[in-house]
């Protein structure tokens, strides 16, 4: 329970308002029996949908941050410090005056790796919004599960600095990603049997590391796919909550404008978007480019984010990128992590097998750099 420890009183508020909503859960059971925001869902769905939004909506008012620890925990030798990337790796807009490489952590699942094992692994970034998460025991064990049994064999998921910390803005979290890329090849993991993960924000981060790689010119190569999960693509719109709000999935969504335009925010502080080429990053959509690997799009039919991930996929895919997407129909934001809470367990594991088979059948396609 990291953020309980770390944080007590903002947590434990945030998590009083969960317990309200609990204490109300018989008769919003009783009126979720007669009308659900989606009349495909159980009354379970329909319920923790609701509560999931209320955690997330108080957790963004009281600013509950997750402080990072390099630090074994409970996940005892499966956590590990990562090392910085080597500058020679930093090109263009990685390469900040300010925003400089440092030790970050990681978790492998289930376990870690068995010191001879060199085949197929995942880096995952986790979601969060910019704003909460580790990808530790609290937060990412269910992902881990989820993936570790469908997909890979092992994911090692990546402790990234979070923007509502300091001196956590772009291009922290990418710089982060990239740290734990070429830390896994240098452990003799190739290219061609990685493959980098992210959900939600987490997405974000992976889908800006492939740009980086595809566009730039260094010295590693591409990993043999990429997954990503309700990816959250444009960080610029997200500041403003109305945005949010405003879909007309917001009803069937856990997420809400308060929370997404906290860890936005933060994330652009001071950045200068006029510049296209940070721009790009940053927003994503209307800058598209052609991938050197393969990228697996899955999004939730009833979720806000979905239409604009299928919509980044297609335009990867107009740019000659290899692209495959699912939508899971009726599901909220990023099942993969929360389908236990949701009640979306069986429609999680079904994606992570269809990603498993995606990276089966297509990893071994990637494109020259442009």
Not at 119 to 134: K, Q, S, W
Request: with cysteine.
């Amino acid at each position: 329970m990291s953020l309980i420890t770390k944080q007590p009183f903002k947590t434990l508020w945030a998590l009083s308002v969960v317990l309200l909503y609990a204490a109300k859960a018989p008769l919003l059971g009783l009126y979720y029996i007669i009308k659900r925001p989606n009349p495909k869902w159980t009354v379970r769905q329909a319920l923790m949908n609701r509560i999931m939004r209320a955690y997330l909506y108080h957790s963004a008012v009281v600013r509950a941050k997750t402080t990072l620890k390099l630090e074994p925990g409970s996940e005892g030798e499966r956590f590990i410090q990562i090392a910085p990337v080597k500058d020679a790796h930093l090109k263009g807009i990685m390469d900040d005056k300010t925003i400089r490489p440092v030790t970050t952590g990681g978790t492998w699942y289930p376990s870690t790796p068995p010191k001879e094992y060199r085949g197929r692994v995942i880096l995952h970034l986790h979601g969060g919004g910019y704003a909460v998460g580790e990808g530790r025991a609290f937060d990412g064990a269910y992902a881990g599960q989820t993936l570790t049994g469908n997909t890979a064999p092992y994911a090692l998921f990546v402790q990234y600095r979070l923007a509502s910390n300091p001196g956590g803005r772009f291009p922290a979290a990418l710089q982060d990603a990239l740290s734990a890329y070429a830390h896994l090849l240098s452990q003799g993991y190739t290219g061609s049997n990685i493959i980098v993960s992210g959900d939600s924000a987490g997405a974000h981060i992976a889908l800006c590391f492939i740009r980086y790689l595809s566009a730039e010119k260094v010295d590693l190569p591409p990993p043999r796919a990429l997954l990503l999960w309700s990816p959250s693509i444009n960080f610029e719109a997200a500041k403003d909550p109305s945005v949010t709000n405003g879909s007309k999935y917001y009803a069937t969504d856990y997420l809400n404008g308060k929370f997404y335009s906290w860890g936005a925010t933060k994330f652009t502080e001071g950045l200068d978007l006029t510049n296209n080429t940070l721009r790009a990053y940053v927003v994503q959509t209307g800058h598209a480019f052609r991938s050197v690997s393969p990228v697996w799009i899955c999004v939730g039919g009833s979720e806000i984010l979905g239409p604009e991930g299928l919509r980044m996929g297609e335009e990867l895919r107009e740019m000659g990128s290899v692209v495959e997407t699912h939508t899971i129909s009726h599901a909220p934001h990023d099942v993969l992590v929360v389908g236990n809470v949701l009640g979306f367990e069986k429609e999680a594991v079904e994606a992570a097998k269809l990603a498993g088979k995606f990276v089966e059948e297509q990893g071994g396609t990637v494109h020259p750099r442009m």
